[in-house]
């Protein structure tokens, strides 16, 4: 292993480290902080996914929302109807949600990635109409709020606290760690598969689809892949998402948070895992601030665009090129370029 | 049959409307290759522009060429501002530009104007009244809209098939280097062909708010994905294309949800996925659309 790599792995092992501390011992919240952090683990996730397909495969989707309505349902549904324990429909739901993922992206594959874009877009802005239409009732319950435990949503309150390894915490705090500690299992996964040979076929991929065909990288395959596993991950955020707020509707999902997604992403740093934190964060906590400038409707959105197109134009590597980039040596930049 | 013939009407208008958005999705999907996401915002944010004129007393047809001459500027210095910088660049980085654009115009018009009920226009542009065609009624508006759409097609047509700025248009996007060679400012035409976009997103949106009252900030958003299954079964590159296209779509919506009172299959709600539906369709059966040409890439 080269130094360069070494010091990669390094600071990569440091940055879970201080990241596994900083979820699991800082936060001495409230309820409110408690959930604002599962969110965040939440949108950590579906960043992660998304950055797999759109930041290391080069294919725009503009559509995970919908994956995550996908995952939510299936969690919501399992739970409320077949009463399977909350915790097990996880896995079942990035399953599904991989599915779906799988389905949309084989014909959409077969052509560029603009149309990628157009058809997830509309995927994205279909999805709570599909969700709520009458004959899929039975199923989605049409549109109209699914309980999972046939309690009035009160995000939160009222649940049973809950016992993990012999302490009794909160359920929303447990809801947290849960969500973090998924989070950074599927870290770990997402950094193994993109260190190795899927992880070089992605990239490649992604800077010339030429060149990886001559180098024998079936375009086709992984760019499904991808987006299969892509989908998995925001499948598994969108049921940590139902499991916190303990229902699941088609309003949860509007096609806002697509597009709040792919924000997060390029805020993040298209192609850096750890940049997803910062994204994350970003997307989860700038509402918030933007309560401060004015408390009209659509601040928050404008600031989104906004951040959207600077980044783009100023600082198109996102949070994480830019940090390497300032800690870059200067020498090393003036004797090299990019 | 009179209800068939009733339908077909008003879906004609609705998917001229549908058209106009198409049409300005292919002119810069023609210049740049890119589809314009934020077309659809754009609309609606002139839409509220024109708005504010008749709330200070303009007239709506003063109004609305106003809006038009506004809307073009805008759209010129938007080319030239945001996506000037990455042009040529990966189609990745102009898609998120746009959605950026998009995600902004949207919380704008929502911050500027905020969410209340407005009518707009005040007093209808066209007379409320039916003409009476063996049994048919066809309301005057739709007939004025449909009217109204097709008649700029015209004159863009116009633009682009016999004057010489339509042909530099045409060129730079066939081949911005050599357009560039025997002079043509093709940095500029990609700004005019932002500017004629935005203009005719703009007439979409004050018919989209005549046509569907109230003006809403986030009207445009199915607009907008009828306008790209528009678009994708005219074939992206083909301005007939889209028109014919708008007008497919417009009508079909229309006639599946009036049929479905016999289906029972609740489509109306299903709009949306239909027009998501026909865009794989097309994608899948004929990529090229109905009146687009196959994209040949050399590898």
């Known amino acids: 292993m080269s130094r360069l790599a070494a010091a990669r792995v390094a600071v990569t092992a440091i940055a879970l480290a201080a990241a596994t501390v900083a979820v699991f011992l800082a936060p001495r919240w409230d309820k409110v902080g408690d959930i604002k952090g599962a969110q965040m683990g939440v949108y950590f996730i579906a960043l992660l996914g998304l950055n797999i397909v759109t930041g290391y495969t080069g294919q725009i989707s503009l559509g995970h929302g919908a994956f995550m309505a996908v995952g939510g349902y299936t969690t919501a549904i399992l739970v409320a109807d077949h009463g ?83 302490q009794t915490v909160t359920f929303t705090r447990a809801v947290h760690y849960l969500t973090w500690a998924v989070a950074l299992v599927l870290l770990v996964v997402a950094w193994l598969l993109l260190r190795g040979p899927p992880g070089r076929a992605f990239r490649a991929v992604r800077d010339s689809e030429v060149a990886a065909t001559s180098s024998g990288v079936n375009i086709a395959a992984y760019k499904t892949f991808a987006f299969a596993i892509s989908a998995a991950y925001a499948g598994i955020a969108g049921s940590l998402l139902v499991i916190a707020v303990a229902f699941a509707d088609p309003q949860a999902f509007p096609a806002k948070l697509s597009l709040t997604l792919l924000v997060g992403v390029v805020v993040a740093g298209l192609g850096s895992l750890w940049g997803v934190l910062a994204g994350a964060a970003f997307i989860e906590f700038l509402p918030d601030a933007a309560v401060h400038v004015s408390k009209a409707q659509g601040v928050p959105d404008t600031v989104y665009g906004a951040a959207l197109i600077l980044i783009v134009l100023v600082l198109p590597t996102g949070v994480a090129g830019g940090l390497r980039r300032a800690l870059t040596p200067l020498t090393t930049r003036l004797y090299t370029r990019s | 049959m009179v209800q068939f013939a009733q339908q077909v009407v008003s879906g004609l208008a609705s998917g001229s409307i549908y058209a106009a958005l198409a049409l300005a999705i292919v002119i810069i999907y023609r210049s740049t290759g ?61 898609v998120i530009l746009t959605i950026g654009l998009f995600i902004m115009l949207g919380g704008l018009s929502n911050w500027i104007w905020k969410a209340e009920v407005r009518s707009f226009p005040p007093n209808r542009p066209f007379p409320t009244s039916t003409w009476d065609i063996g049994g048919v009624a066809i309301s005057k508006q739709d007939v004025g809209i449909l009217g109204v759409t097709l008649g700029l097609v015209l004159l863009l047509y116009l633009l682009f098939q016999h004057t010489k700025i339509g042909l530099a248009l045409r060129a730079s996007a066939l081949n911005p280097a050599a357009s560039r060679l025997v002079g043509i400012r093709v940095g500029w035409m990609l700004a005019l062909g932002w500017g004629l976009a935005a203009a005719i997103g703009a007439i979409a949106g004050m018919f989209t708010a005549a046509a569907s009252p109230p003006l809403d900030p986030n009207m445009m958003r199915p607009v907008l994905i009828y306008a790209f299954a528009a678009a994708v079964v005219g074939g992206l590159t083909s301005p007939v294309g889209a028109v014919l296209g708008g007008l497919t779509i417009g009508v079909s919506l229309n006639l599946i949800a009036t049929y479905d009172s016999h289906l029972h299959l609740d489509l109306d709600r299903m709009r949306l996925p239909i027009a998501l539906g026909a865009i794989l369709i097309v994608l899948l059966v004929r990529p090229a659309g109905l009146f687009g040409r196959a994209a040949v890439r050399r590898v």
């Open chain 2, 34 to 94: 890119v589809v314009n996401f934020a077309q659809g915002e754009m609309a609606t944010f002139t839409t509220f522009i024109a708005w504010t004129l008749v709330d200070h007393g303009v007239g709506y047809w003063p109004a609305f060429a106003l809006t038009l001459l506004i809307a073009f500027a805008g759209g010129v210095a938007l080319e030239r501002i945001v996506v000037r910088p990455v042009e040529g660049g990966p189609v990745l980085t102009i």
């Open chain 1, 84 to 166: 399977v324990r909350d915790l097990w429909t996880i896995p079942i739901a990035g399953l599904v949600a991989g599915i779906a993922g799988f389905l949309v992206g084989v014909p959409a594959l077969r052509l560029s990635g603009l149309y990628l874009a157009l058809v997830t877009f509309g995927l994205a802005v279909a999805m709570p109409d599909i969700l709520s239409w009458d004959k899929l009732e039975r199923v989605t319950h049409g549109g109209k709020e699914v309980q999972l435990f046939g309690k009035p949503a009160l995000t939160g309150k009222g649940f049973a606290d809950v016992s993990i390894l012999g």
